[in-house]
């Protein structure tokens, strides 16, 4: 996989930045420093090659596509060499470029800042309370846990993360697979947030802060869209996972031992059930001693067998037979010598 990202990053970041480079450079070079926006794109199309379209894609020079091939193994996991070394390329032919082609007239850059001027008379500036939302979506965003705590107690099984209804059981939920879903969640309610903060005041004086403002409304949306999506995911991952993996039953109760076994249900799906040994509270037995049998079906409680006052599990569970949660046979020992079969299906 490594190589083919590797592969990937190759054919798809040489067109765009040299691309980029030469249209900037063409333009002028007051306007140079934009080439970090067309070798940013270099670098992303490698890396996600879907986002360019197939038409800039272009193939190295034999040689130095040869060049790289060879050197794969030297760089190995580090698939960003290869678009960083296309954007050195390319700034080198682009900073070429413009010292070959003549200065710009004095008359087009005096133009240039007058249109500049008259665009900042009509845009006007921003107020306090533009300063303090853009100050605070930039800082939230970076540090990562504002959103993540946005997305955690107020979106999560609540506005915009709704629970699947194959997760039965939430503790089942993994900390870190969920913590890009809920900042992107909680990326997106910010913009969304921030964005009508800024549209709701005048806009007199402040045209730019509005539109700004209208444009985090607008991106919050295929954000939130973005995050709905890997919650899905995640969640879909999560439903499967308390199928066919043990509930963590030693994590919270003492046991003996337990066994398992993969089982068809009545519905023909495959579920992992389970018969773990247990402890009764308040017990009056050895401190090391169980005597319930509790039954489950992935991480679902089914039901828990107690055995008789003064009785313990001698012979922990195992699984002796059958393929379907109806015939299927648990057995375990008890202290007085007897073997209890169990059936998960009753």
Not at 13 to 41: K, N
Not at 222 to 234: E, M, Y
Not at 240 to 262: K, N
């Amino acid at each position: 996989m490594i190589v083919d990202v590797i592969s990937s990053a190759q054919s798809h970041a040489f067109g765009p930045s040299l691309l980029f480079g030469l249209l900037v450079a063409l333009v002028g070079t007051r306007i140079r420093r934009l080439s970090l926006l067309g070798f940013g794109y270099g670098a992303l199309s490698g890396v996600l090659p879907t986002l360019i379209p197939e038409f800039l894609v272009r193939t190295p020079p034999g040689p130095l596509y040869g060049f790289f091939v060879n050197t794969n193994g030297f760089w190995g996991e580090w698939t960003a060499w290869a678009p960083l070394i296309y954007i050195g390329i390319g700034l080198c032919l682009c900073n070429a470029a413009t010292k070959a082609l003549p200065k710009t007239p004095q008359h087009v850059i005096d133009a240039r800042k007058r249109l500049c001027q008259s665009s900042k008379d009509f845009l006007g500036r921003r107020s306090p309370i533009d300063k303090a939302v853009l100050s605070w979506l930039v800082g939230l965003a970076l540090t990562g846990v504002g959103p993540w705590l946005l997305g955690r107690f107020v979106l999560q099984d609540n506005i915009m993360y709704t629970a699947s209804s194959g997760v039965f059981n939430r503790s089942a939920r993994e900390f870190w697979p969920y913590v890009p879903t809920l900042y992107v969640g909680g990326v997106a309610g910010l913009l969304l947030v921030g964005g009508i903060a800024m549209v709701l005041q005048p806009w007199t004086g402040r045209v730019g802060s509005g539109l700004v403002g209208l444009a985090l409304v607008a991106v919050s949306l295929p954000v939130g869209s973005f995050g709905t999506s890997l919650w899905q995911a995640q969640e879909d991952a999560t439903a499967q996972r308390i199928v066919v993996t043990p509930f963590p039953f030693e994590d919270s109760y003492y046991t003996c031992g337990h066994a398992e076994a993969s089982l068809l249900d009545a519905s023909g799906k495959s579920w992992l059930y389970q018969v773990w040994s247990a402890r009764m509270a308040g017990s009056q037995v050895s401190a090391d001693a169980c005597n319930r049998v509790v039954i489950y079906q992935g991480w679902q409680r089914l039901r828990a067998d107690d055995l008789p006052s003064g009785q313990t599990i001698t012979a922990p569970p195992e699984f002796v037979s059958g393929q379907t949660s109806a015939d299927a046979i648990f057995q375990y020992g008890k202290s007085d010598g007897s073997k209890v079969q169990v059936k998960v299906g009753q």
